[in-house]
């Protein structure tokens, strides 16, 4: 089975603009869940979506959003970008509720 | 509230010699717990994981962990390290009431001395 995906694998961009970022999680799989990676937090977790339904969310401000489609795909979108926003982003899936993550290879953005 | 605590931000070891990264949770519920590790520039791979059961757990790459209830540890172990070893490792946390908001630890970053 193909593993998770994720795209862009990088992305520049500026204060006050907006990114999407996408993840296609392993076939079957129906829980998507977002965290984000600094030096400084480690790795904290963003929301879950679970059959389009975002079924958990972190403690980040509402500038960080996602869903999640029919097949399991999902995205991620931040509003207003600010230069803490810089980070990688992981994208994992699994079957179900509390589940084995399966990591992807992150998304890593740059906000200048 | 929850939290994982890696005590240990650096570890060096020579290649063959034996490792154990140590893991505290502090957690309301019945825990399940993993070890992810991480190459530079890569997303997260599980090394192992406990649900319940026998609570030596045995994982890919060698390595093992131990569940330890009345200490709060999940500590990680492999009794001979090679230079491929060297990454980061990430204890992670749990809990069925929690659902797949798993709680990490800021991580052990392992150096291995050829």
């Known amino acids: 089975k193909a593993g998770v995906t994720q795209t862009p694998r990088y992305l520049i961009k500026t204060r006050g603009q907006q990114v999407t970022l996408s993840c296609s999680p392993i076939s079957g799989h129906r829980s998507v869940s977002w965290y984000q990676q600094t030096p400084g937090q480690g790795l904290q977790f963003l929301f879950e979506?679970?059959?389009?339904?975002?079924?958990n969310k972190g403690n980040f401000p509402g500038r960080f959003s996602g869903r999640q489609f029919s097949n399991s795909r999902s995205e991620m979108n931040v509003s207003t970008l600010e230069l803490g926003d810089s980070a990688l982003y992981l994208c994992?899936?699994?079957?179900?509720?509390?589940?084995?993550?399966?990591f992807g290879p992150g998304t890593r953005l740059l906000v200048l | 509230a929850q939290s994982v605590t890696q005590p240990d931000i650096h570890i060096t070891v020579s290649e063959g010699a034996s490792l154990e990264l140590r893991c505290n949770y502090s957690y309301g519920a019945t825990p399940y717990l993993f070890w992810y590790v991480q190459s530079p520039g890569q997303g997260l791979q599980l090394l192992l994981k406990y649900f319940s059961g026998d609570t030596l757990v045995q994982g890919i790459k060698g390595f093992e962990a131990e569940f330890k209830r009345s200490q709060s540890s999940f500590n990680l172990r492999k009794p001979s390290v090679h230079w491929s070893d060297a990454a980061e490792y990430f204890c992670a946390v749990g809990a069925e009431n929690t659902g797949n908001q798993f709680y990490f630890g800021t991580g052990t970053s392992l150096t291995v001395i050829p």
């Open positions: 979506y679970f059959s389009e339904t975002q079924r």
């Open positions: 994992a899936s699994s079957l179900g509720r509390v589940e084995t993550q399966y």
